[in-house]
């Protein structure tokens, strides 16, 4: 599977240059892609997984830098970004059931170690059995 990297606004232009909005399954699925985006970029820049406030913070920022914030009526709640967060983990909103993401613990969260090669699955495996007995 491929974890696409297009901004939101990139993916939902048409919805955007026709001034409709998009239903609330393609919003859940908006919020999903930028959960999903947050725990690997911070995966990326600090090899370590996530917790669900940094994720929260991503979403949010990112959701303004993409120009998202004038084309709906308001921004994600928490409870909303950490919904669609665990969505990232449950094989019901992913093609052939492999998830994104997997869950290190509770509020935890970090790149899918299966989307990898070898050499970096055993090291990302490493640090989920590291983290998750924490």
Request: with cysteine.
């Amino acid at each position: 599977m491929k974890v696409e990297y297009k901004s939101a606004y990139e993916k939902f232009s048409e919805f955007f240059k026709s001034k409709k909005w998009i239903s609330d399954e393609e919003y859940h699925k908006l919020i999903r892609d930028y959960c999903v985006r947050a725990v690997y970029a911070f995966w990326h820049s600090f090899n370590k997984p996530v917790n669900y406030d940094r994720v929260v913070e991503f979403v949010l920022r990112k959701f303004i830098q993409d120009g998202m914030k004038d084309k709906i009526e308001r921004l994600p709640s928490r409870e909303t970004i950490e919904r669609r967060l665990r969505e990232t983990v449950d094989g019901k909103f992913w093609e052939r059931g492999l998830t994104p993401c997997v869950r290190v613990k509770e509020g935890v969260y970090m790149p899918n170690p299966e989307m990898f090669s070898e050499e970096t699955k055993k090291r990302m495996l490493e640090v989920l059995e590291r983290e998750s007995s924490s």
